[in-house]
C-alpha cells in the first residue's frame, strides 16, 4: 500500500509543492550544454556581491570554524540595536528570513488559527501556515499592489496573524505609511502583524513606513529583514527579526540553536559598518534600473513601478515559450507563471553589462517571435 494512502505524512503536506528557486547557472550550463556567457537574474541577489571588508572579516574566521558559532549572536545584535535605536532584546536572529518565518508561525499560530496573506507574495508564508495547522486566508492583490483594506475586511474572530511582504515579492510595490497605521490602529489586539522588508533598503519612495517605530510604540508587530539582498550574504544565509522582547523570549524557546554559523555574523558585523559600500550598491542598483526600465520601454513592454531591486514585467508572451529560448541565450529570469501570470517574469537588476546582455537577448527572442 502506497504511504500517502495510509496517512503516513503530515496533515496538510498534500496541498503544498516544494518551493522551486531560480535556476542556478551550473544547472543551466549542465542541462543546456552551454559554454558561454550566462547572466542570472532570478533570485534578486546583489549583483556586486558583498563587501570587500566583510569578506575580508569573514577570510580570519575560516580557522575558526571547529568551533560553534555564538548561538546568541551577542555582538551582532548589539550592533543591530545601535542600528535601528532599538535594545538587543528585540532581535532574534535566524539562517535567513526563510528560517524566521515558520520560527514566528510555529510561535504564535495554533492548529484553526487564520493566518492572512496577500496573493501572490512570497511562498513561504502559506506553507509555513499549513504545516503549522493554521488557515491560510489569500487576500488578491489590486493593480499589483496589497490591499490594506480587503485585508482589514478579511480579519475574522479566527484571525492570530497577517503577513506583508512590502516592498511585495513578485511585484516590488510597497505598502503606504497611512494605510499601514489604519491597518495596525485598527485590529484586535490578539493579531499579529508580521513585516517582510527583506528589500527595504532599496525604498526611495517617502511613503514607506517606518515599521520599526510600531516595535518602540509595543505594537503587536514582528519586523524581518535580512542580509541576503542589499548586504550581498545570500549564500551564508542570515535574516534578523525585531519584536517586542516578550515575544523574541518566546521564539526562542523554539528557534534553533545556532541558526546562525560563525563565518556570516564575522561578515554581517563588517557588512553593517560599511556605509561606502552600501552607497555604492545603491548606485549601481539604481543606475541599472533606469537601463532596464527605458530598454522595456523601448520595447514596448510594460511593467510594474519597483521599489526593490527586481522589475516584474508582462513580456507579452507566454513564459512557456519565451523562457527556455531566453535560457538558450544565457539568461535567467523568473517566470511569473508560478504566480499565475503567465506572460510576466521577475527580472532582477544586475550589473551594467548583465542588464544590457539580458535587453539584448530579450530583443532578438522578440524579434524572433514576430517573425513566427
Not at 518566546?250 to 560599511?274: C, H, S, T, W, Y
Not at 556605509?275 to 555604492?280: K, L, R, S, T
Not at 519565451?322 to 544565457?330: H, N
Request: charged fraction near 25%; include cysteine; hydrophobic fraction near 40%.
Amino acid at each position: 500500500m502506497c504511504r500517502e494512502d495510509i496517512k503516513f505524512f503530515r496533515n496538510g503536506l498534500a496541498e503544498l509543492t516544494p518551493y522551486i528557486p531560480g535556476k542556478p547557472v551550473e544547472e543551466v550550463r549542465r542541462e543546456l550544454g552551454l559554454t558561454g556567457r550566462i547572466v542570472r537574474l532570478a533570485s534578486n541577489e546583489n549583483p556586486i556581491g558583498p563587501s570587500p571588508k566583510a569578506v575580508a572579516r569573514m577570510k580570519n574566521v575560516l580557522e575558526e570554524i571547529n568551533l560553534y558559532p555564538d548561538g546568541g549572536c551577542y555582538e551582532l545584535r548589539e550592533a543591530l540595536a545601535g542600528k535601528h535605536s532599538l535594545t538587543p532584546r528585540h532581535f532574534i536572529l535566524g539562517n535567513g528570513v526563510d528560517n524566521l518565518i515558520p520560527l514566528v508561525v510555529n510561535t504564535f499560530v495554533n492548529s484553526g488559527d487564520e493566518v492572512i496573506i496577500p496573493a501572490p507574495t512570497f511562498a513561504a508564508y502559506r506553507t509555513s501556515t499549513v504545516v503549522a495547522g493554521g488557515i491560510p486566508v489569500e487576500v488578491p492583490l489590486k493593480d499589483f499592489h496589497i490591499s490594506v483594506g480587503d485585508i482589514y475586511n478579511a480579519v475574522g474572530p479566527k484571525t492570530k496573524m497577517i503577513f506583508i511582504c512590502s516592498p511585495n515579492n513578485p511585484t516590488g510595490t510597497i505598502v503606504y505609511e497611512e494605510d499601514l497605521k489604519n491597518l495596525i490602529d485598527s485590529l484586535p489586539p490578539e493579531v499579529l502583524v508580521v513585516m517582510d522588508e527583506a528589500y527595504y533598503e532599496y525604498v526611495d519612495d517617502p511613503r514607506y513606513p517606518d515599521s520599526i517605530e510600531y516595535l518602540r510604540e509595543n505594537e503587536n508587530v514582528v519586523v524581518f529583514r535580512t542580509f541576503s539582498k542589499i548586504y550581498g550574504l545570500a549564500g551564508l544565509r542570515l535574516g534578523y527579526g525585531m519584536a517586542r522582547p516578550d515575544y523574541v523570549t518566546q521564539m526562542e524557546k523554539i528557534r534553533e540553536p545556532f541558526a546562525a554559523n560563525r563565518v556570516v555574523q564575522a561578515g554581517a558585523l563588517e557588512a553593517l559598518a560599511d556605509n561606502e559600500f552600501i552607497c555604492q550598491v545603491k548606485d549601481v542598483h539604481q543606475k541599472g534600473k533606469q537601463v532596464i526600465c527605458d530598454g522595456l520601454v523601448s520595447l514596448g513592454i510594460n511593467f510594474v513601478p519597483t521599489e526593490a531591486n527586481f522589475i516584474f514585467a508582462d513580456l507579452g508572451m507566454d513564459m512557456k515559450f519565451l523562457f527556455p529560448e531566453l535560457l538558450k541565450r544565457g539568461v535567467i529570469i523568473r517566470p511569473g507563471s508560478l504566480w499565475g501570470y503567465n506572460t510576466f517574469a521577475r527580472i532582477t537588476i544586475g550589473t551594467p553589462d548583465e542588464n544590457q546582455f539580458f535587453l539584448e537577448q530579450l530583443a532578438d527572442v522578440w524579434k524572433l517571435f514576430q517573425q513566427s
